[in-house]
């Protein structure tokens, strides 16, 4: 225990640590390392952010997507997946209902397709700005061409996220068939390129992938510094070719934003929703761990309930209730909602 406290004292120092000794920190997490860690980590957000957590309207416009990826209930192999997309209207009124409830950044997400082309989704963009100039917009929609980033770029987008998953080619070959981590790693850099504020993330505890491999996920962030960190345990979806493998674990995951906050101090890391399907209150344990974005769905139920990319037994909350708890969560935990 002594050595480890001390190899966490000396990360945080020097904001770096090599593979062997990450392995072993991961391999050997206990309760007592998990409580050190975070009081650090908690430390370093308040300090690089002044106290402040932002809230994070996400709007999913598509469940229809062309990838494959074995863990992900929204894969187009899925046959039971309910697939919509929004109108351009209905895009809007959600971020206007979500910049109503004083909302200011907001994630345009969905699946790698060709529903909107770049003029429309660049209109869409255009409007939001011309109706809410102070609102950011953030995509996620999967792999684009550079022309189409750039054109995203200029018509106001501010960051864009894509996940590689798993850095670890064989690891990366398991989970998403369809791509490389080579295309995948291309891709991400066309991000910086472009002039984004850049996000990326992985799985916690996806099959095939060990401490090690953990290891090389959590040291390719900090090498590639991107502006938003967004990570997330593996959670089993039904209708899945990784249905029967077990969850990852929420505490790993915690640990794992603890320990890349320390990292990478300045990046801003997402509690991501899908900790609160592991874990109770798994967000608010998040921003415990380090964590400064909080997503929230602005999501209608019958959309929410067709953008299943993980099995989730959590009842449908009106964003409304949502947005108000978690404000009351941040304020009640010492920290300014943003
Ligand atoms: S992870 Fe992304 S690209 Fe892969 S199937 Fe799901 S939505 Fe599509």
Redesign the pocket.
Known sequence: MANHIATITKLANEKNIDIATLTELLEQRNDGIMSFISVKARKAMSEAFDGKITIKGAVSISSV?????F??????SNMNCKRFTLTADEIIERVAFGYEKGIRLFELR???NEEFSDSELCAIVSKIKEAFPDAEIELAL??KKYSSLLAYFRAGVKGYTL?F?ASNNETYSRL?PT?SIDQRQISIAYLKQVGFEYGTGFLVGAPFKKAPELAQDILYIKESNPDVIDISPFIPHKDTPLAKFKAGSAEETLFVISLLRLLCPNAKIVANESLDVLMEKGRKMAMTAGANVVTVSLDTADKAECYN?YDSEIEYIEPEKVIAKTKSRIEKFGFKAN
């Open positions: 997507c062309k990838g494959d990826c863990f992900c209930g929204i894969r187009k969905g699946g790698e999967g792999q996940r998953e998403c791509n990319i």
